[in-house]
């Protein structure tokens, strides 16, 4: 298993979270029409951000651009 298969499998993860919560957030917090699309707005913005970060960390972690340089002392 590769780390682009990982990758992908947890981008589909946070995208299933994003549609789960997208659909469930008017459910729950039925508000009126415009505060229901602020609310899913937001949710929407959340999960982007939170996917952005965790690619951002784990992809500097799979192919760094510097390599550590090993001292001999």
Do not use: D
């Amino acid at each position: 298993m590769g780390g682009g298969f990982l990758f992908l499998i947890v981008t589909l993860g946070f995208a299933a979270v994003g549609l789960l919560s997208s659909i469930a957030v008017p459910v729950v917090y039925n508000k009126g029409s415009s505060t229901n699309r602020l609310h899913v707005l937001l949710v929407i913005t959340t999960i982007v951000c939170a996917w952005m970060m965790w690619a951002i960390v784990y992809l500097a972690q799979w192919k760094p651009l510097v390599n550590p340089i090993l001292s001999e002392s």
